[in-house]
């Protein structure tokens, strides 16, 4: 897994896999809130969805098939909690 902060400082946390051929992204870098895939500069949010494929352009929809599996986490007496399993509605 991967963790970073987003924008608003919000812990985010996705597998550290891209779907696109299986490369660590722990090697890439922040890109306005996105972690940016560090060979073909992928960006993906804190859902997991990915925002960009820069060779297609900052307008066009990047493919449906580029996502991570995000987990929901959350900050508390200064420890990051994730939650492994189904996502309920109690855990934000």
């Known amino acids: 897994m991967i963790a970073w902060r987003n924008t608003?400082?919000?812990?985010?946390?996705?597998?550290?896999?891209?779907?696109?051929r299986?490369?660590?992204?722990?090697?890439?870098k922040?890109?306005?809130g996105c972690i940016q895939y560090p060979f073909l500069g992928f960006?993906?949010?804190?859902?997991?969805?990915?925002?960009?494929?820069?060779?297609n352009g900052r307008e066009a929809d990047?493919?449906?098939?580029?996502?991570?599996?995000?987990?929901?986490?959350?900050e508390e007496h200064g420890l990051v909690n994730i939650l492994w399993g189904e996502p309920r509605e109690y855990y934000p």
């Open 43 to 55: 960006e993906y949010d804190s859902s997991g969805t990915c925002k960009l494929v820069p060779v």
């Open 8 to 20: 608003k400082g919000k812990i985010s946390m996705v597998a550290d896999k891209c779907p696109h």
């Open 62 to 74: 990047p493919p449906k098939a580029l996502i991570l599996r995000s987990f929901p986490a959350r």
């Open 22 to 28: 299986g490369m660590a992204l722990i090697i890439g």
């Open 30 to 32: 922040l890109a306005g």
